[in-house]
């Protein structure tokens, strides 16, 4: 199924993009049409950024290494290091090492903090970690002067390796913290599968440890999304599609921060049972009192026995949720609890964090219901293409706006962490006022869809307009990223 | 691999045994196979400290991969200390994990153990209610310490009140150990030792 609703993903064109050269990408601006409005003013999500193959990674690192090598005069092996503990910033570790290369390498620990004392040449030396003696030349140090011989090296890296450790691998000496670059490890890595491991096992350390890069958390996906702006935006992967957020990797969260986002994971995972009991599939009708399943993702219910239109959320009237008094999203703090009791102030603590909790499962859960409904309707489809009602082409409108309902579903359900944490004041109630027109249009969008072949096609459409646009406007006053 | 490891610690084995430190009582190390992956350690608990007169016996395990990765110690002799597990004697010390260094010996762990012992640090615990008292009430920390000390290690504080309270959950039909980790968790408060153990 194509996403065709993509005004507001400045990565499907990377995606589309054939040539596979990274750096290309940002240089061929100079066709843009002036006509053209500045995407980045008009969509709150806009991010640039490309899909890296692995050879592609490396070429962008080695050229940065590169570069500060040749910048600072230093071999590249160790410009490597200093950038991998730098955030691979080159300006600003140019500043630094200009101002005091000395302090500057032994902060990367790459030099040690006192220099080492003049060496005693002998033509035989002791190794003190296999105590066996042998001729100076099988002997091999790092800036530290701290000597052992090629074997002890050799070993000492491969266990090293086998732990996962690469870009980590220290001298052996006591107290020594200085590292051993990448050069002097592979020269004392004779096993092929070895060097491998140890190639691969840095490539990710490099990777992590640079802002601009981050794998896709996709299974078994090798990769990498590459941007210049280093920020909570949504990123999709052009082999697995995985949809994450660039800053954090995690599964896009906006308009709640990454911070916060976590927090609030932690929290829901911390509360599982507490927030267990309302995770009920069935509830009573308000009215009559009728047993009601809830089966489809729109919260706006009918009940089947007495027609009456309620919330599956607060089970108040629907009709007051149409309305701008529609208050289902806010929770009402009690403005006197800071003089209650201790006991009371947990529970209205409790009271909130559930509030916030049902709403966010509840959406979820919606999401999953809505993908059933696509379901249903697609086959409703085929059979209507079958018996020659129209083509796949008449009904794609359909698939869209169910599409454009999941995008709009998601970014509510993540409007409750990012409510939840938000301090009372003005701010918060600009938020929830939008919050609420957002959920009431989606409400809307869902309802229609679910009747999707009883709805104008115009009356749809028109829906789609103002969901998106209401998610627009609180991406954009509140998506601080 | 192992080849290494077994040289190693036959020559560390020597280095100890001819060590001042030993000439001193203050470290020990025994062998307990031929093929050196077993040893038994004993250190003495350093002066001015909850540790003095007593002496502790440490398991030492050497990994194949000896010198490259650190040895595995634990405490055999049971003791009160926030960086030492009360229960199974595990240690959390920086050498014997991430901060080893090939070019450590036995004896640096050993010496680095009493040097644990003189200055513990409880911001960074093995056994979470030992850190806990020694953060909250150091005297009652001190007290518990020496008494362990005297009760495992051979040391020479007696302390009656400790012993007596002791008897007293003994009589209650509570085996000996089990009734001094629960005195000495509730800092020797015997209704509330009490009411855990039967709770
Ligand atoms: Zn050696
Ligand atoms: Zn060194
Ligand atoms: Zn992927
Ligand atoms: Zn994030
Ligand atoms: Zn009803
Ligand atoms: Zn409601």
Request: glycine fraction near 4%; include cysteine.
């Amino acid at each position: 199924m194509e996403d065709t609703m993509t005004t507001s993903q400045g990565g499907e064109s990377d995606m589309d993009y054939s040539d596979n050269e990274y750096y290309d990408y940002y240089n061929t601006n100079d066709d843009i049409d002036i006509e053209q409005l500045d995407p980045r003013k008009i969509d709150p999500e806009y991010f640039e950024f490309s899909c890296l193959l692995e050879e592609q990674v490396d070429r962008l690192l080695n050229e940065t290494v590169e570069t500060l090598s040749n910048n600072l005069q230093i071999p590249p092996s160790l410009a490597k290091v200093l950038l991998h503990s730098n955030q691979w910033n080159i300006s600003e570790l140019t500043k630094k090492f200009n101002e005091n290369s000395t302090r500057t390498l032994i902060a990367a620990r790459i030099e040690p903090a006192t220099p080492p004392g003049s060496l005693l040449l002998t033509r035989y030396v002791n190794c003190s970690v296999c105590v066996t003696v042998q001729p100076l030349d099988r002997f091999y140090s790092l800036s530290c002067a701290h000597m052992f011989c090629r074997d002890c090296w050799s070993m000492h890296f491969e266990v090293q390796i086998n732990q996962g450790i690469s870009t980590g691998i220290a001298c052996m000496a006591r107290n020594c913290i200085v590292l051993a670059p990448e050069d002097f490890v592979l020269k004392h890595l004779q096993r092929p599968n070895m060097r491998e491991k140890y190639q691969q096992f840095s490539f990710q350390d490099y990777v992590k440890s640079h802002p601009q890069l981050r794998f896709c958390p996709g299974p078994n996906c090798s990769i990498v999304v590459h941007s210049k702006e280093v920020k909570a935006k949504r990123s999709t992967c052009n082999q697995c599609k995985t949809v994450f957020c660039f800053k954090c990797g995690c599964d896009y969260h906006a308009p709640t921060e990454c911070q916060v986002i976590k927090k609030w994971l932690t929290k829901c995972a911390d509360d599982s049972e507490t927030a267990n009991y309302i995770s009920a599939h069935t509830k009573d009708c308000p009215k009559c009192h009728i047993c009601i399943e809830k089966n489809g993702g729109c919260n706006h219910m009918q009940c089947y026995n007495c027609k009456h239109d309620f919330c599956w959320m607060c089970l108040g009237d629907w009709k007051s949720h149409g309305s701008e008094y529609y208050e289902c999203s806010r929770y009402r703090e009690n403005p006197n609890i800071a003089h209650e009791s201790v006991h009371a102030q947990a529970r209205e603590a409790l009271k909130k964090y559930l509030h916030y909790y049902e709403r966010w499962e509840n959406h979820s859960k919606s999401l999953k219901l809505e993908e059933q409904t696509l379901e249903k309707l697609r086959s409703r489809i085929n059979q209507k293409v079958m018996s020659g009602l129209g083509t796949w082409i008449d009904w794609q409108y359909l698939f869209t706006a169910a599409n454009l309902l999941a995008k709009c579903r998601y970014t509510l359900q993540y409007t409750y962490p990012y409510a939840y944490y938000m301090d009372t004041g003005s701010r918060k109630e600009l938020f929830e006022y939008q919050q609420a027109q957002l959920e009431a249009e989606i409400e809307n969008l869902s309802w229609k869809i679910e009747r999707a072949e009883t709805t104008d096609r115009g009356d749809l459409e028109n829906q789609m307009d103002i969901a998106e646009k209401r998610r627009t406007t609180l991406l954009k006053d509140f998506l601080d990223v | 691999m192992a080849n290494i490891a077994a040289q190693r610690i036959k020559r560390e084995f020597k280095e100890v045994i001819k060590s001042e430190e030993v000439a001193k009582c203050a470290i020990k190390v025994e062998l307990l196979n031929d093929s050196y992956t077993e040893l038994k350690g004993e250190i003495a608990g350093p002066p001015d400290t909850p540790y003095e007169g007593g002496n502790f016996v440490l398991e030492i395990r050497v990994p194949e991969t000896y010198p490259f990765n650190p040895p595995k110690v634990r405490f055999i002799t049971k003791i009160w200390h926030p960086n030492i597990s009360s229960v199974t004697g595990a240690i959390c010390l920086d050498i014997l994990k991430d901060q080893w260094a090939a070019a450590m010996t036995l004896r640096t762990v050993l010496l680095s153990l009493q040097a644990l012992l003189s200055a513990a640090e409880p911001d960074d615990p093995q056994d979470a209610v030992v850190a806990r008292q020694y953060k909250e009430n150091l005297e009652m920390f001190k007290l518990t310490a020496k008494h362990w000390t005297n009760a495992y290690a051979g040391g020479p504080f007696v302390n009656t009140d400790c012993d007596e309270k002791i008897k007293r959950l003994i009589d209650m039909g509570i085996e000996e150990h089990q009734a001094r980790v629960a005195l000495s968790s509730y800092n020797w408060d015997l209704e509330r030792a009490t009411e855990q153990l039967f709770s």
